[in-house]
């Protein structure tokens, strides 16, 4: 799986510019806002139909243009495809595939693309909500249904919320209220069920990469943590549907007091343990980085299994966070499949890769 070629037009801070990527390692490099990363946001794009920065596509249309086209020559899935993203702001992003008009969810498999950068270094210090993410990134590409999923579960937590902090105000909301939290069992229980097995996968790949990652014979674990209520996150949906039932039924009240939402898939998170003791509250911060590592080499290894092909990795800016041995390491595991590395101009890693260099400047492209 790889990206032959990507033309922007009218992209950030793009006019019009083309580039060939080698099928093995890329290194971009050039002085910070330049467009580094702006150029991997474009190729994250084709992978997901969405930014990894913003919610907003009108923030991806250039200053001075009406809209944006990300237009690009991929091979994947033994076969090559063209894909096609138009922006233009106040109207839904335009996709195709091959001249085939396609939804973001549908996009989801066509590239899968594993992205590292400096925030996802503090993945295991952080709150929730980004490993949260990490699954969520991850297992839209491999299962397009759960993207669809997620989309209506979202939508379901924003209008259920508006009720919950507006009903004081307009009683009659609350007429609404089961109805968008029965919405939220009945979606939550579909993505407690495909996180709880994407979960239990990097509990298997990640442990043997963070182990050789140590060099100390770290034992990671990881779990996955749910609404109390759900006694097995593997079980049926039925069943998980109205093991949620239940603890919707018991914080009902608690809702209406809090003005928040207290049941459903968005209190979900993986309890990441490094020698039995909590890595978010114990581990140091060399470890805390090794095992954020860990997990994205794991996702890498995931994709392989599931696809047969390695995802297109993204590594933004990261290798510059860390020390020696941990970039050694990671630049011997990123073989196999194709990789973009942006990087400071004056950094060494671009000579350490052996990989064709392409040199961003005020979004122009030089290779």
């Given at each position: 799986?790889?990206?032959?070629?990507?033309?922007?037009?009218?992209?950030?801070?793009?006019?019009?510019?083309?580039?060939?990527?080698?099928?093995?390692?890329?290194?971009?490099?050039?002085?910070?806002?330049q467009g580094k990363t702006n150029l991997?946001?474009?190729?994250?794009?084709?992978?997901?139909?969405?930014?990894?920065?913003?919610?907003?596509?009108?923030?991806?249309?250039?200053?001075?243009?009406?809209?944006?086209?990300?237009?690009?020559?991929?091979?994947?899935?033994?076969?090559?495809?063209?894909?096609?993203?138009?922006?233009?702001?106040?109207?839904?992003?335009?996709?195709?595939?091959?001249?085939?008009?396609?939804?973001?969810?549908?996009?989801?498999?066509?590239?899968?693309?594993?992205?590292?950068?400096?925030?996802?270094?503090?993945?295991?210090?952080?709150?929730?909500?980004?490993?949260?993410?990490?699954?969520?990134?991850?297992?839209?590409?491999?299962?397009?249904?759960?993207?669809?999923?997620?989309?209506?579960?979202?939508?379901?937590?924003?209008?259920?919320?508006?009720?919950?902090?507006?009903?004081?105000?307009?009683?009659?909301?609350?007429?609404?209220?089961?109805?968008?939290?029965?919405?939220?069992?009945?979606?939550?229980?579909?993505?407690?069920?495909?996180?709880?097995?994407?979960?239990?996968?990097?509990?298997?790949?990640?442990?043997?990469?963070?182990?050789?990652?140590?060099?100390?014979?770290?034992?990671?674990?990881?779990?996955?943590?749910?609404?109390?209520?759900?006694?097995?996150?593997?079980?049926?949906?039925?069943?998980?549907?109205?093991?949620?039932?239940?603890?919707?039924?018991?914080?009902?009240?608690?809702?209406?007091?809090?003005s928040q939402c207290l049941t459903g898939?968005?209190?979900d998170d993986l309890e990441i343990d490094?020698?039995?003791?909590?890595?978010?509250?114990?581990?140091?911060?060399?470890?805390?980085?090794?095992?954020?590592?860990?997990?994205?080499?794991?996702?890498?290894?995931?994709?392989?299994?599931?696809?047969?092909?390695?995802?297109?990795?993204?590594?933004?800016?990261?290798?510059?966070?860390?020390?020696?041995?941990?970039?050694?390491?990671?630049?011997?595991?990123?073989?196999?499949?194709?990789?973009?590395?942006?990087?400071?101009?004056?950094?060494?890693?671009?000579?350490?890769?052996?990989?064709?260099?392409?040199?961003?400047?005020?979004?122009?492209?030089?290779?």
């Amino acid at each position: 799986m790889r990206i032959e070629k990507i033309a922007l037009n009218g992209f950030r801070n793009y006019e019009w510019e083309t580039v060939e990527f080698a099928p093995g390692t890329n290194v971009i490099s050039g002085q910070n806002a330049q467009g580094k990363t702006n150029l991997l946001e474009a190729v994250y794009m084709l992978s997901s139909g969405r930014s990894f920065r913003t919610r907003f596509d009108k923030e991806l249309v250039g200053f001075g243009y009406s809209e944006a086209e990300i237009l690009a020559d991929v091979y994947s899935h033994e076969r090559a495809q063209t894909i096609s993203i138009r922006l233009r702001p106040g109207q839904t992003k335009k996709i195709l595939v091959n001249g085939v008009k396609k939804t973001a969810s549908e996009l989801s498999g066509q590239v899968n693309a594993v992205l590292f950068c400096p925030d996802d270094l503090n993945l295991i210090k952080e709150g929730a909500a980004v490993r949260r993410r990490l699954l969520d990134n991850a297992i839209s590409q491999i299962r397009p249904r759960y993207a669809e999923i997620l989309s209506e579960f979202n939508k379901l937590y924003e209008h259920k919320t508006r009720i919950l902090k507006d009903w004081r105000e307009k009683p009659s909301l609350l007429d609404t209220l089961d109805e968008f939290s029965d919405g939220m069992a009945r979606a939550s229980a579909h993505l407690i069920r495909y996180r709880a097995a994407f979960a239990a996968r990097l509990n298997e790949a990640a442990p043997p990469i963070h182990r050789e990652f140590s060099g100390e014979g770290e034992e990671l674990a990881i779990r996955y943590t749910t609404v109390s209520t759900v006694r097995d996150p593997f079980a049926s949906v039925r069943e998980i549907y109205y093991d949620i039932c239940e603890h919707q039924e018991k914080h009902r009240q608690a809702e209406l007091e809090s003005s928040q939402c207290l049941t459903g898939a968005h209190k979900d998170d993986l309890e990441i343990d490094i020698n039995g003791r909590p890595a978010r509250s114990f581990a140091s911060q060399g470890q805390t980085r090794t095992a954020a590592l860990s997990l994205k080499l794991a996702e890498r290894e995931i994709f392989l299994a599931e696809t047969g092909e390695y995802p297109v990795l993204l590594l933004d800016d990261v290798l510059s966070e860390l020390d020696p041995r941990r970039q050694e390491f990671v630049l011997n595991r990123i073989g196999g499949g194709q990789t973009l590395i942006t990087c400071c101009e004056d950094d060494e890693i671009s000579s350490r890769t052996g990989g064709k260099v392409i040199f961003v400047e005020k979004g122009k492209i030089k290779v």
